[in-house]
């Protein structure tokens, strides 16, 4: 069921990127944005149930540890999938350096609707570009663009499930554009079994898949990263979620169970 506009909440965190507007404001904003997505792309849950007013990376349980205050400002950071881009937003908020965040999408659509959803392409530049992670020449671009030293932070927020016939692309990527020590930080969606098997669901060219915590480990250690943390409990999955995946994934909810958007970070 829709939400009514009074009950759709935006994170206290999210209103100091609106300054001067009302919660009323940002919400009718927020709406818009949402319609235009909806129309032009294939149905995506953080976009419907507007988790861009919610931005699940503050509620990562390991984001302090990603992202110390003391050290942001020199932090180099890169976000793979950025959708509206909230996350490089808040972070250059926050204390990071405009110029250390790098972001990308395969979506034009969401990244020119990140500017209109902030009005701020003019101050925030091109800090999100149109590139995809699978892309053959995704390093040469990224070095072309952000400069040959590696990342301290590499953001890969509710991606991972999106892609389940490219997991190991994606973790090695991520690990190669990281210096060592350097961390991988995000959510994807996963389930409480105890298992090294993921569970990959959906219809046709259309799928997702739930990690379990053994096999979204052993993913990550096999692309080099040497600890892996996770966490189930910062954002149980909500009917809401449950029912938008079984209406755009014939998702049959009985065959799992503890699902959760999964809190991980990984060093490399």
Not at 195 to 220: I, Q
């Amino acid at each position: 069921m829709e939400p009514v506009l009074q009950e759709i909440q935006v994170d206290e965190p999210l209103f100091q990127l609106f300054p001067g507007m009302t919660k009323q404001e940002i919400v009718n904003r927020a709406l818009m944005v949402r319609k235009e997505a909806m129309e032009k792309e294939s149905p995506h849950r953080c976009v419907e149930g507007l988790f861009f007013l919610k931005e699940t990376l503050y509620r990562n349980s390991f984001n302090s540890e990603a992202f110390p205050k003391d050290k942001l400002p020199n932090l180099r950071i890169f976000e793979v999938g950025s959708c509206f881009g909230v996350a490089l937003r808040k972070l250059v908020l926050d204390g990071a350096s405009r110029s250390n965040v790098f972001g990308c999408d395969v979506s034009e659509t969401f990244v020119s609707l990140g500017y209109k959803f902030f009005d701020d392409k003019s101050t925030f530049g091109d800090r999100i570009r149109l590139l995809s992670v699978l892309a053959d020449n995704f390093h040469d671009t990224v070095r072309l663009w952000a400069g040959p030293e590696p990342f301290d932070v590499v953001i890969a927020n509710l991606v991972f499930h999106c892609l389940p016939d490219h997991n190991e692309v994606l973790a090695k990527r991520a690990f190669e554009l990281l210096k060592p020590g350097g961390v991988l930080i995000g959510q994807t969606a996963a389930y409480s079994k105890d298992t090294d098997e993921t569970f990959v669901f959906g219809v046709g060219s259309r799928k997702a898949v739930l990690h379990s915590e053994r096999s979204f480990k052993n993913l990550l250690q096999s692309q080099g990263f040497r600890t892996v943390k996770v966490n189930f409990s910062d954002h149980p999955m909500e009917k809401e979620d449950i029912e938008w995946m079984s209406r755009h994934y014939a998702f049959n909810a009985s065959e799992t169970n503890g699902l959760s958007l999964m809190s991980f970070i990984a060093t490399k």
